[in-house]
T-cell receptor, first 115, second 112 residues
Framework: DTGVSQDPRHKITKRGQNVTFRCDPI?????LYWYRQTLGQGPEFLTY????????KSRLLSDRFSAERPKGSFSTLEIQRTEQGDSAMYLC?????????????FGPGTRLTVT | QQQVKQSPQSLIVQKGGISIINCAYE??????FPWYQQFPGKGPALLIA?????SEKKEGRFTISFNKSAKQFSLHIMDSQPGDSATYFC???????????FGTGTRLKVLA
C-alpha cells in the first residue's frame, strides 16, 4: 500500500498560464476527492468522484477549474488562466470501496504558486 | 449551518501534559467526525474518528470525546510529546455526501 501520490509536489507558474495536477489514489479506492488548502486554513472541498463519475462540485470550482478521472483510477485537476488567488495547496484524498466508509486518506499535496 | 468551529487557534503544552482541542457544529445531519494531524508541507493524516452513537473513543494516547446533545466533540492527547507538535483539524461529514467540512485548525506546540 503506497498511499495517495500527487504530482508535481510544487508548481510555480505565471498568472494566465494553465496548470494540471495529477493524483493517484490508493489502489482499489473507488472514491477520490480534491480539496484546496490556503495558509492557516483547513482544507476546502472542491469535488469528488466515485469511480469515473464526478458526483459533486463545490461552488469554489469556477469555470476555470476542471477535474477528470477517465478510467476510475488516477485523476487530474486543471486550472486554466491561473490567477494569484489560485495559489494554495491542492490536496487529493481517496476512500476504500467498503460500504459506509468515510475515512479519507490524503496525499502530500501539490503546492501551487502563481506569480 | 455547515460550519465546524474549532478552538483554540493555537495551544502550547508542556511535555507530558494533556492537549485538548474542541470543535462544535450545528448540522445534526453530520454523522462522522474525524481528526487529522498535519505537519508543515505534508497532507493531513487521519488520527482517529468517531460516530455519534458513541460518546468516547480511544486509540493509544488519542481520545475523542463526543457530546451529541451539545453538538461538540474534542480531541485529547495524553502524555503530549514534542513530536506531536503539528496542526490538528477536526472535520465532519454528512451521510451520503462524503465531503468533509473541516475546522480552521489548531496549531499545537509541545515544549520539551
Amino acid at each position: 500500500d503506497t498511499g495517495v501520490s500527487q504530482d508535481p509536489r510544487h508548481k510555480i507558474t505565471k498568472r494566465g498560464q494553465n496548470v494540471t495536477f495529477r493524483c493517484d489514489p490508493i489502489s482499489e479506492h473507488n472514491r477520490l476527492y480534491w480539496y484546496r488548502q490556503t495558509l492557516g486554513q483547513g482544507p476546502e472541498f472542491l469535488t469528488y468522484f466515485q469511480n469515473e463519475a464526478q458526483l459533486e462540485k463545490s461552488r469554489l470550482l469556477s469555470d476555470r477549474f476542471s477535474a477528470e478521472r477517465p478510467k476510475g483510477s488516477f485523476s487530474t485537476l486543471e486550472i486554466q488562466r491561473t490567477e494569484q488567488g489560485d495559489s494554495a495547496m491542492y490536496l487529493c484524498a481517496s476512500t476504500p470501496p467498503r460500504t459506509g466508509a468515510y475515512e479519507q486518506y490524503f496525499g502530500p499535496g501539490t503546492r501551487l504558486t502563481v506569480t | 449551518q455547515q460550519q465546524v468551529k474549532q478552538s483554540p487557534q493555537s495551544l502550547i503544552v508542556q511535555k507530558g501534559g494533556i492537549s485538548i482541542i474542541n470543535c462544535a457544529y450545528e448540522n445534526t445531519a453530520f454523522d462522522y467526525f474525524p481528526w487529522y494531524q498535519q505537519f508543515p508541507g505534508k497532507g493531513p493524516a487521519l488520527l482517529i474518528a468517531i460516530r455519534p452513537d458513541v460518546s468516547e473513543k480511544k486509540e493509544g494516547r488519542f481520545t475523542i470525546s463526543f457530546n451529541k446533545s451539545a453538538k461538540q466533540f474534542s480531541l485529547h492527547i495524553m502524555d503530549s510529546q514534542p513530536g506531536d507538535s503539528a496542526t490538528y483539524f477536526c472535520a465532519a461529514v454528512t451521510s451520503g455526501t462524503y465531503k468533509y467540512i473541516f475546522g480552521t485548525g489548531t496549531r499545537l506546540k509541545v515544549l520539551a
